[in-house]
């Protein structure tokens, strides 16, 4: 079961007293986000706004639309950060934990990895039972590297754009990765930035399921768009309009250096970029987006839209050099 640390919203609406607050959290977690908002109701007697689109992260928090409807204070539910940053100003973040235990799959990842060497890591819901799960895999004959964190990042924590804690570990001598939870988002990211095998531990549906053959697919396909935008001559540039995706000096480097190679480029500016977004804009052969890595690399699109790293890529390849592996890193951005 979900668990939100209700304590810490109710302790920043005494302190900040504001005249209506609103909450959002990702999809799997708006029933509880909206039992946090009629408590805050029936405790406060004020306002409490469920703010009902997508969030994807701390990047995504949609500040603007709490704003929009003069919330006194926007409380981000379940995108746990290790930096304070983000928790005493508009956007607080508060903590939500899934207590579901991973006993069996545990034990039946130890007998399928036991006498090799894995990073553990996993999604903010699950980081409380990153411990009992050690366990259970040492137990096993397996020998467990839990990365430190880094950037945003908890000890074993990732994000489906970060992974500091999963790279270290592979720097370390980690040969296979095991990420607790049901995201094969988060796993297949995990290991396409390692290169390793990887595992996700579902113990919802109870199994332990290889997420590598995606990460490949995903790979594939990453690559296969940087080759084809390299023959294309008008490029679209998108700077993202949500808040930690407003990369514009980023999209300015990389219009830049595209133009230097003799490609025209035209700048946009999008909240949400979708396949049938773009399908309005015409005259572009393929796009640049700096808003989020995995736009590109999760969704399919008729021409090519490349993340940063793959741009950066192309334009290894545009001067007649190695495009590197490049989604290989700590942090896609």
């Not at 405790?43 to 969030?55: H, K, M, N, S, W």
Request: aromatic content about 6%; charged content about 20%; overall charge neutral.
């Amino acid at each position: 079961m979900i668990r939100i640390d209700e304590g810490r919203i109710r302790e920043v609406i005494r302190q900040r007293r504001p005249s209506s607050v609103a909450l959002n959290g990702p999809d799997g977690m708006l029933p509880q986000v909206q039992g946090a908002a009629a408590a805050v109701e029936r405790e406060f007697g004020i306002p409490a706004y469920v703010l009902a689109d997508t969030t994807w992260g701390s990047c995504d928090v949609n500040q603007a639309g709490a704003e929009a409807l003069g919330a006194g204070v926007l409380f981000n539910i379940g995108h746990t950060i290790s930096m304070g940053g983000l928790g005493g100003g508009y956007v607080v973040m508060v903590d939500a934990f899934d207590d579901i235990k991973f006993g069996r799959v545990a034990a039946d990842c130890a007998r399928m990895l036991s006498g090799r060497v894995a990073s553990l890591v996993t999604d903010s819901q699950h980081l409380p039972q990153v411990g009992a799960v050690r366990e259970a895999l040492e137990a096993g004959g397996v020998r467990v590297i839990v990365g430190a964190g880094g950037g945003q990042l908890n000890d074993a924590q990732v994000f489906g754009c970060e992974f500091y804690p999963a790279a270290k570990a592979a720097a370390g001598g980690a040969e296979a990765n095991v990420f607790m939870g049901q995201s094969s988002f988060h796993a297949a990211g995990v290991a396409i930035s390692t290169s390793l095998p990887t595992y996700a531990l579902d113990p919802y549906f109870g199994e332990v399921r290889d997420v590598t053959a995606l990460a490949q697919k995903m790979q594939r396909r990453a690559m296969a768009a940087v080759y084809a935008a390299a023959g294309a001559r008008t490029f679209g540039v998108i700077v993202g309009l949500k808040e930690g995706q407003l990369s514009r000096v980023t999209a300015l480097r990389l219009r830049r250096e595209i133009e230097a190679e003799g490609r025209e480029v035209r700048l946009f500016a999008m909240s949400s970029i979708t396949a049938d977004r773009l399908e309005s804009l015409t005259g572009i052969d393929a796009f640049v987006q700096s808003a989020c890595p995995r736009i590109s690399t999760d969704n399919p699109f008729r021409r090519p839209v490349l993340s940063v790293p793959q741009a950066d890529a192309l334009l290894r390849v545009i001067r007649g050099e190695e495009p590197g592996e490049f989604l290989r890193a700590p942090h896609w951005l």
